[in-house]
């Protein structure tokens, strides 16, 4: 048993070749690269969808609070990241600070631990890319049929035409907006037989749009790192311009009666898929901050590239912390503003799947030109997405072929691009499946609860270093340990309990697995065990 928890020294991890070969990676990111990378993964669906579902599930206009009880736990771990980013200049992020602090076994549940993170991440932002595809060309008159561009687990009750909704309740019809009614499922329940049958009931079938986007950010990324970052850097001052635009003009919009309360009386909601949320409070606002801390995903996805980093030691604190700050404070500020544009009821209805653009369009008049700039810039935002949550993972991957835990299919590298091509098709493959066929809600609670784990690892890791390896040269700090992981513990702790039974109950099936493949696999392939 004793084995299990074997580690890899630093010495042995900092044997990995820095220069040029067939088996390594090439190295071309300075510290601005590094940072657009960070921004690039962080703003994209968390911010543009999963703060209304937030908001409408959990916290209301205490979103906000959310926002910043996320933040801080971020910046806790954070911390901690720079710390072994710097020590550790080694593709494989908190995966192979884990085999050098907590052992082999540990190290492998953070490395599938983190395919929820990144692969999961990648498959619900590309979601949320068909859903505002969908919104796009909508201004053009054209429309991807519900079938193709939603899951077979979803489906939504419309009804199209004045005429139709005027023989509904007027407690019902009155939420109708531009002569289309959604209704939930428990509003089709009370209707009699005659009125239901003008509901027309849509079914999912497939999500190709989001496939779509997968298949192209692969090619991107087999193609070169450097290519790649090039691109996420103009992307990255595309959508921060957009963001600025919304936070300046939409705060004279802002109507205070939807700040009002600010924190709602703690309550149950039940959303329309029939699963009931702890709304309000206390608890409101940690399931909000463990929803929202979807948004924070990508700092920590910059750690994954440290094997292509120029000068990994000084460079790495500076995109993960610099890409963390940034982007917090604009979360604040966008999240603030968007519940006061918008009321709850409307993000639980009509804004859901566009919820940015829809309060735009209709409680902003006269900035329909920025609804539709919104539309772009998030299209592209949702591409820098993913584009680094897929890097990250087939870096991860990388990292665990090389000490023999996964198949060395997952470190052959291209002999032309020196990327890991056949990790990127095999990661499309698997991550098409969960954006195809799984709906957006899921696999975002399952990404920020697989992240967070991590996180809480990777703060006890650097604290299990102070203590082991005291005498390691660390070129970035985390101040106040024990203080400080301890910290990061207890928020992203608190971030998983808000998440509720059911996403404990995910992470547990996840982890399962996980221990067949290693005790069935991985163990007796080690290259640390041979």
Known sequence: MADLFRKKSIVELMKDPDGPSEHSLKRTLGPYALIALGIGAIIGAGLFVRTAAAAANYAGPSVTIAFIVAGVGCAFAGLCYAEFASMIPIAGSAYTYSYATMG?????????????????????????????????????????????????????????GADK????????????????????????????????????????TMNIPALFILLILTLL???????????????????????????????????????????????????????????????????????????FIGFDAVSTTAQEAKNPGRDMPIGILGSLAICTVL?????????????????????????????????MHGFEWLSKMVTVAILA?????????????????????????????????????????????????FVGLFAAFVPEDIVGDMTSIGTLFAFI???????????????????????????????????CGAMI????????????????????????YSQKRSKLNK
Request: glycine residues 8%.
């Open 104 to 160: 082999e076994f540990v190290a492998w549940i953070i490395g599938w631990d983190l395919v929820l993170e990144y692969a999961i991440g990648a498959a619900t932002v590309s979601i949320a890319w068909s859903e505002y595809l969908n919104k796009l060309l909508s201004y053009f008159g054209v429309q991807i049929p519900y079938a193709w561009c939603h899951s077979p687990f979803e489906h939504a009750n419309i009804v199209m």
């Open 165 to 204: 909704i005027a023989q509904f309740p007027a407690a019902i019809a009155h939420a109708a907006k531009d002569n289309l009614l959604i209704l939930k499922d428990d509003q089709l329940a009370t209707l009699s037989d005659n009125v239901r049958g003008l509901v027309t009931i849509l079914h999912g």
């Open 221 to 295: 990324l087999i193609r070169g790192t450097k290519e790649s970052a090039f691109v996420n850097g103009l992307i990255v001052i595309t959508k921060v311009s957009i963001v600025l635009l919304v936070i300046m003009f939409g705060w004279h919009f802002i109507n205070p009666q939807n700040h009002v309360p600010f924190i709602p009386p703690s309550s149950i909601y039940t959303d329309a898929s029939g699963v009931a949320h702890n709304f309000g409070g206390i608890m409101g606002i940690l399931g909000a901050a463990g929803v929202v801390f979807f948004a």
């Open 331 to 363: 979360y604040i500020l966008f999240s603030y503003v968007l519940t006061g544009i918008a009321s709850i009821e409307d993000f639980r209805t009509y804004g859901k799947e566009a919820s940015v653009s829809y309060a735009i369009s209709n409680y």
């Open 381 to 429: 935002g949702f591409s820098s997405v993913i584009l680094v949550m897929l890097m990250g993972q087939s870096r991860v991957f990388f990292s665990m072929s090389r000490d023999g835990l996964v198949p060395k299919i997952f470190s052959d590298v291209h002999p032309v691009y020196r990327t890991p091509y056949k990790s990127n098709w095999l990661f499309f493959g």
């Open 457 to 491: 690892l990777v703060c006890a890791g650097v604290w299990v270093m102070r203590v082991r390896n005291p005498e390691l040269v660390r070129k970035f700090r985390t101040p106040l340990v024990p203080l400080v992981p301890i910290l990061g513990i207890l928020v």
């Open 497 to 520: 309990f808000g998440l509720g039974w059911t996403n404990w109950l995910r992470l547990g099936v996840w982890l399962i697995i996980g221990f067949v493949i290693y005790f069935g």
